[in-house]
T-cell receptor, first 113, second 116 residues
Framework: AQSVAQPEDQVNVAEGNPLTVKCTYSVSGNPYLFWYVQYPNRGLQFLLK??????LVKGSYGFEAEFNKSQTSFHLKKPSALVSDSALYFC???????????FGKGTMLLVSP | GAGVSQSPSNKVTEKGKDVELRCDPI?????LYWYRQSLGQGLEFLIY????????KSGLPSDRFSAERTGGSVSTLTIQRTQQEDSAVYLC??????????????FGEGSWLTVV
């Protein structure tokens, strides 16, 4: 079965500093990987996805993610964090067979002023 | 509409009552999904529609849960004889076609269900 793991419940970073939110995956075959963000009392917003091609994927709001096959990782990054980036971030993998997503447990990102 | 629309946004119901949650996908999207988000269980897949058919309903937790989709558009998730453990946010999502073809899955704002 496909799965993703987000090893950190919470990440704290100061505004202006670079941020990384970690995700590792376990899949059979080629992985289709996604990042979503959830602001308080809101639904999930799509940030970016990796299907194939370049290992560095650029997404919304200045976020990017690096696909690393040897380390089975898909970490989310941003060069300079904003207070408004504070939210819950989910990594997800597309399940083989059907077009459904399996999500990690989420990582809370807190950016301090 | 511009995005996935869900109603009601909030619902408080008494234990044992039935509830219906509605989802309007993005216009033209053939794939529709229901997920549940709760504190203890995280994000759980419930059911997937392609058109009006549900090729994957493996995530429905019990026979009290059912869903249908009509006209390849609107979907309704029905929970019968609600229990307190059904309290959660029910998220609907849609995509233009199969996500394996590169289509992005977009989520609605969710329906917050509280069973008292």
């Amino acid at each position: 079965a496909q799965s993703v793991a987000q090893p950190e419940d919470q990440v704290n970073v100061a505004e202006g500093n670079p941020l990384t939110v970690k995700c590792t995956y376990s899949v059979s075959g080629n992985p289709y990987l996604f990042w979503y963000v959830q602001y308080p009392n809101r639904g999930l917003q799509f940030l970016l996805k990796y299907i194939t091609g370049d290992n560095l994927v650029k997404g919304s709001y200045g976020f990017e993610a690096e696909f690393n096959k040897s380390q089975t990782s898909f970490h989310l990054k941003k060069p300079s964090a904003l207070v408004s980036d504070s939210a819950l971030y989910f990594c997800a993998v597309l399940n083989s067979g059907y077009s459904t997503l399996t999500f990690g447990k989420g990582t809370m990102l807190l950016v301090s002023p | 509409g511009a995005g996935v629309s869900q109603s009601p946004s909030n619902k408080v119901t008494e234990k044992g009552k039935d509830v219906e949650l509605r989802c309007d996908p993005i216009s033209g999207h053939t794939a529709l999904y229901w997920y549940r988000q709760s504190l203890g269980q995280g994000l759980e897949f419930l059911i997937y529609f392609q058109g009006n058919s549900a090729p994957d309903k493996s995530g429905l937790p019990s026979d009290r849960f059912s869903a249908e989709r009509t006209g390849g558009s609107v979907s309704t998730l029905t929970i019968q004889r609600t229990q307190q453990e059904d309290s959660a946010v029910y998220l609907c999502a849609s995509s233009l076609g199969s996500a394996f073809s590169g289509n992005t899955i977009y989520f609605g704002e969710g329906s917050w269900l509280t069973v008292v």
